[in-house]
């Protein structure tokens, strides 16, 4: 019975070490318009990722992001990386332009000079619960395969012109 107990408690403290903002994240770089290609459709709202225990004194957290390819939306997992010296991740990101267009870049790591590079190799990654993803009114959203991290290549769909972001 005492076990029966224990387990909301130990769901419950996960869930808040999770969502505390605890976990050590890389160092950010903004994405750079040239990163930004336009895409028909906002993504869906984020998964809920299970957070595994940090594999590494030197890891940091990436969190999962969506991709877009073959014309809709792909979860790609959150994972556990050691950053090569001198990188820094730009996560991904999704605006709009001035004249409405949606607008979006996939997360990726970059050297010094703002290059992307190859990603770290993923240590441990998060996991998520299968099942649908529903949007704010409760409609369920077309979404692809969830995807490890790195299995997508750089452009895993043809690009399109992106008119400039609007600006503040």
Not at 31 to 42: F, G, K, R
Not at 72 to 84: F, K, N, Q, T
Not at 121 to 149: F, H, S, W, Y
Request: glycine content about 8%; some cysteine; proline content about 18%.
């Amino acid at each position: 019975m005492r076990t029966a107990a224990a387990l909301p408690a130990c769901i419950f403290c996960a869930v808040a070490l999770a969502c505390s903002g605890s976990l050590p994240h890389p160092h950010y770089m903004g994405q750079p318009t040239t990163a930004l290609t336009a895409v028909p459709m906002p993504p869906p709202p984020a998964r809920v990722e299970v957070v595994p225990p940090r594999p590494a004194s030197g890891a940091v957290w990436v969190d999962g992001e969506w991709v877009f390819r073959r014309g809709r939306w792909a979860w790609s997992l959150g994972e556990w990386v050691v950053p090569a010296p001198g990188t820094v991740f730009s996560p991904w990101t999704a605006v709009r332009s001035a004249d409405g267009t949606l607008l979006h870049a996939p997360g990726v790591w970059r050297n010094a000079k703002g290059e992307p590079v190859a990603p770290p190799p993923p240590l441990a990654l998060a996991t998520v619960q299968a099942g649908p993803v529903v949007d704010a009114e409760g409609v369920n959203e077309t979404i692809g395969r969830t995807v490890k991290p790195g299995s997508l290549p750089p452009s895993s769909s043809a690009p399109v012109p992106a008119p400039s972001p609007s600006s503040p």
